[in-house]
């Protein structure tokens, strides 16, 4: 763990630029009519989650590149949580993965006490074989044809409800590789069907107060056909569930160019929101880091839902989840968190009731406008306050690199192998 003077001396060389700047925007905002403090303590209340995996190099289905230091399991995972954690005040809670996070309940839990961390929703894995596993699913999992895997598939995930219950955790998030790769492979309707049913049977072994997310996405690994390939499909299995089912959506799992925001819109009307997988990618999937490509979208997507702050029954989960294959996974985890939270506070910014009378004067140049007035804000110094009065760093990138964190768990952590291909 970094130690709290390693940060303190950071912060030290920083905070009297730090205040300077925060003054500047402060009187800024105020001509603005906004409260700088109201804003900076709403940006104390963000959360997002990181996923125990990406804690580790991704790869791509060419090859893995391990860097130096990496997690051996999930221990030194919940390390590394800790860190991000501690350094952007910004991830309270970490989703596990099962089975890769499997570990003796009362370990976990004590692991995560140690650094103030608590547990996210829980994702099932059921779009690779494990060593044990009697049937496979390389033709597919909750859809598949044969009921002993449709069977094995829906255990798994009622494993991974009984473990999260154990956690605290309060959701299980499903995503499934099923689909085809040919056209004629499958009868899409059947399969479909079989998918629902199986669901509802993971559905049934819900705790009272627990929630399963429904996450969709549109292509990979089956290239023809995807089961649950959009938020159309997602909205359906969510509401043909029942009202402790609501939506996921993972930013990289879109055609390119679609309205990401539009669909939250259309969801959070539904009342089937129920959560997010931040990342961001240039061609699919969830390659990049958060806010790399498209921080105009990310921000986009915050103004709905800072627009329908206080809807009825809406409460959402935030996470993060993204492939890192170039750089430290820690750095691009904070860097991440931060953006998004940057978009979260930027999206707090919008004058609502101005963009409002521009929309019912049909003036389509000024209601963009104002939406962009508050994306170009530079909220860098409300971040940074937050992160030092809640006992984080101004900058945590320097201050983690100053800490040499990396260095020394490579010492302890031996070198991981992974040449192979394969997105994890
Ligand atoms: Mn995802």
Not at 18 to 35: E, F, M, T
Not at 94 to 118: C, M, N, Q, T
Not at 341 to 357: F, H, I, K, M, N
Not at 371 to 392: H, S, Y
């Amino acid at each position: 763990m970094i130690k709290s003077d390693t940060i303190t001396a950071q912060n030290a060389k920083a905070e009297a630029h730090l205040r300077a700047d925060y003054a500047a925007l402060g009187d800024k905002l105020a001509r603005a009519g906004i409260d700088i403090d109201a804003i900076k303590e709403r940006a104390k209340t963000f959360g997002v989650a990181v996923p125990s995996w990406g804690t580790g190099t991704g790869g791509t289905r060419f090859a893995r590149f391990p860097g130096d230091g990496e997690p051996r399991g999930i221990f030194d995972k919940l390390d590394d949580c800790g860190v991000i954690h501690k350094l952007t005040q910004a991830t309270p809670t970490v989703s596990l993965h099962i089975p890769w996070d499997k570990a003796e309940v009362s370990d976990l839990r004590a692991k995560a006490e140690e650094y103030g961390l608590g547990f996210d929703a829980m994702n099932s894995n059921t779009f690779q074989d494990q060593p044990d596993q009697a049937q496979s699913y390389k033709f597919g999992s909750l859809s598949h044809v044969d009921a002993a895997t449709r069977q094995q598939a829906i255990e798994h995930n009622l494993e991974c409800i009984e473990i999260g219950a154990k956690l605290g955790s309060k959701a299980l998030t499903v995503w499934i590789g099923d689909g085809s790769n040919f056209p004629g492979q499958t009868h899409m309707g059947q399969q479909f069907e079989r998918y629902l049913a199986s669901m509802k049977e993971i559905y049934k072994g819900l705790p009272e107060d627990w929630r399963i997310f429904s996450e969709h996405k549109i292509y990979e690994p089956a290239f023809y056909s995807t089961v649950v390939q959009d938020w159309g499909t997602s909205l359906m299995t969510a509401q043909e569930l029942g009202d402790k089912a609501m939506c996921l959506v993972d930013l990289g799992h879109h055609a390119p160019n679609v309205n990401i925001e539009m669909i939250v819109s259309r969801l959070i009307h539904a009342g089937k929101l129920g959560g997010f997988h931040f990342n961001d990618s240039k061609y699919g999937d969830d390659d990049l880091d958060s806010g790399t490509i498209e921080p105009y979208r990310l921000f986009l997507v915050w103004n709905e839902l800072v627009d329908a702050e206080g809807t009825p029954g809406l409460d959402l989960a935030h996470m993060i989840d993204q492939s890192h294959n170039v750089t430290d996974p820690i750095e691009s985890l904070m860097i991440s968190a931060m953006e998004i939270q940057r978009a979260y506070v930027q999206a707090s910014l919008v004058d609502r009731e101005t963009l409002a009378g521009y929309q019912s004067e049909n003036d389509a140049l000024m209601a963009s406008a104002t939406l962009r007035a508050a994306f170009r804000t530079d909220v860098e110094p409300i971040l940074a306050k937050a992160r030092l009065e809640a006992g984080g760093a101004i900058d945590p990138i320097m201050a983690y690199r100053a800490s040499g964190y990396r260095a020394a768990v490579a010492d302890k952590r031996p070198k991981s192998t992974g040449g192979g291909g394969g997105i994890v």
